[in-house]
């Protein structure tokens, strides 16, 4: 409790699902005010700069498929944050992980190729989970462990993969016939089937849904959900309950990276069907803008990654017919957090004066 001036901060006691969502879509209304202004003082018209963002996401079929494109590695990276943060685990790994998956992906696409398609896809999607689950398990082991705190870590996993990811491509994976630091194309056979004909939307979605379902039902159905849920409360209220609060670090970690990784895989088979250092747009660091606007709930983390999606499908033709940098939508994600995290604030205290106390 603060007392200034005559007004006391309290926390509150409960705060409800509803105040949570009402503090969210708060958030993002002041958020687009604060970004209409940004569009302001670029010279250009708010309304035809917004106009063309909502064109560019939802107006029209076309428009929809590739929002749900750009949504689809949001999905999971999101869901990767919330298994960890849900424990109070700072996992801040997941853009290095969402390599290491793109790199599993690749491989597993490129070199195996004597597999039926179907059981090829689980192989591609099996690698890939490994792959980001290993860059997962190694920060989890220094916590559970040594007590290394796991966002130095996990940042530093970040520039280890994508260095390896660098020589890689300037090496041994590099396509010889090409200039750029790129690798010889998937070959078909191993493609992500397409969802909708002459689209670019592919089963990567659907990985994405069944991830958000599969991670619904861990936390909130099953002991190991109850304990990672627990221990983000309270560790050493768990470890007394009987937790095995090293275990439960390594697991959530493992399981987090794992997800992570399936979103790189995604993006090299299913989308750009090479692998090369441009295919992420910084997913996994948005992923945890969308976790956060999503509550930690793996539904919400859904509309979460479609709102920005959206926003950087949309982005394109905003700039045609007014413009606004493409850029300004990654300054938009980031005042949507700085707005999340101050409505936050809001949700979990209250201000009242003393004579109202009293």
């Known amino acids: 409790m603060i007392e200034v001036l005559g007004l006391k901060v309290e926390k509150r006691e409960q705060v409800s699902g509803l105040w949570q969502v009402l503090m969210a879509l708060l958030a993002i209304i002041v958020a687009l005010l604060i970004s209409a202004l940004l569009i302001a003082s670029a010279g250009a018209n ?8 909502y064109g560019g996401a939802f107006g029209s079929w076309k428009a929809i498929i590739e929002t749900l494109v750009k949504a689809t590695p949001l999905i999971l990276t999101g869901l990767a944050v919330t298994v960890a943060f849900r424990g109070a685990l700072w996992n801040i790994g997941a853009e290095g992980q969402f390599w290491a998956g793109a790199m599993a992906g690749w491989w597993a696409s490129y070199n195996i190729t004597t597999l039926p398609p179907a059981l090829h896809f689980l192989v591609i999607l099996l690698c890939a989970f490994l792959a980001g689950a290993f860059c997962g398990l190694i920060p989890g082991l220094l ?8 966002t130095i870590v996990t940042v530093m996993m970040n520039y280890i993969v994508h260095f390896y990811l660098s020589y890689l491509l300037s090496g041994p994976w590099q396509d010889p016939n090409e200039f750029y630091y790129i690798t010889a194309p998937v070959p078909e056979d191993a493609y992500y089937p397409i969802v909708f004909p002459n689209t670019r939307l592919h089963a990567g979605i659907v990985v994405a849904l069944v991830s958000a379902f599969i991670v619904f039902w861990l936390l909130r159905k099953t002991r190991l959900g109850y304990e990672i849920r627990a221990m983000g409360l309270n560790p050493t209220a768990s470890k007394f309950k009987g937790v095995n609060v090293a275990q439960v670090i390594v697991v959530a970690m493992l399981i987090s990276g794992g997800i992570a990784g399936l979103a790189g895989a995604g993006e ?17 660091f948005t992923g945890i803008i969308v976790a956060m606007l999503g509550g930690l709930n793996p539904f919400a983390v859904i509309i979460a990654a479609i709102f920005f999606g959206a926003l950087v499908n949309g982005s394109n033709r905003m700039q045609i017919f007014t413009g606004v940098p493409v850029a300004l939508v990654y300054a938009m994600q980031a005042i949507v957090l700085l707005c999340l995290l101050s409505m936050q604030v809001l949700a979990k205290y209250r201000i009242r004066r003393l004579k109202d106390v009293e």
């Open 46 to 53: 708010i309304r035809e700069a917004f106009s063309g963002l």
């Open 143 to 150: 916590k559970a462990f040594l007590k290394v705190d796991e």
């Open 268 to 284: 090299v088979v299913g989308l750009h069907h090479r692998l090369r250092m441009d295919i992420s747009s910084g997913y996994g």
